[in-house]
């Protein structure tokens, strides 16, 4: 019976059948596995859920999906690349770009994660730009650098 349902369940993914299924858990497994990149590239759905869903729309895991993509440029950079390319115009880089805000009401945590996500996010937007440079332009008028920009002039003092 156990079988059974991990053999349902691992089918089930691996057939992108993963509208009920965690964002950040299925990050967290990604990140353990040895070649976690070339699993995600495996589930296209789940690919597309990672660059569009809201569930992506928080701090944390988006921090956590950067540093992923960051460290797969090292162990993976053909699949990393792969998911590098799909940044300009999806709603990850929105989001992105919505916690670069100015916000008074951070405490000292949110902010040193803060200050984490922009080290990340400069250095994978570098790693896009060199691969792709053509979409600076794109990016340039989404207003991502200014925002970075912004950030690091109120931060480096």
Do not use: W
């Amino acid at each position: 019976m156990l079988i059974e349902k991990f053999n349902r369940i691992f089918y089930n993914l691996r057939n992108n059948e993963t509208i009920n299924v965690n964002l950040s858990d299925q990050l967290n497994r990604f990140e353990h596995e040895r070649n976690g990149c070339d699993s995600l590239l495996e589930q296209p759905k789940l690919v597309d859920r990672f660059f569009s869903n809201s569930e992506m729309n928080n701090l944390s895991i988006l921090t956590q999906f950067f540093q992923f993509l960051q460290r797969s440029m090292i162990t993976s950079k053909q699949n990393a690349v792969k998911l590098v390319l799909r940044l300009p115009g999806s709603e990850l880089l929105n989001f992105a770009y919505e916690h670069l805000k100015p916000s008074p009401s951070i405490d000292e945590e949110e902010k040193n994660l803060l200050k984490k996500f922009v080290m990340i996010l400069s250095k994978v937007l570098q790693s896009l730009l060199e691969l792709h440079p053509s979409c600076c332009g794109q990016l340039d008028s989404k207003g991502i650098f200014d925002r970075l920009e912004t950030y690091s002039q109120k931060n480096s003092v």
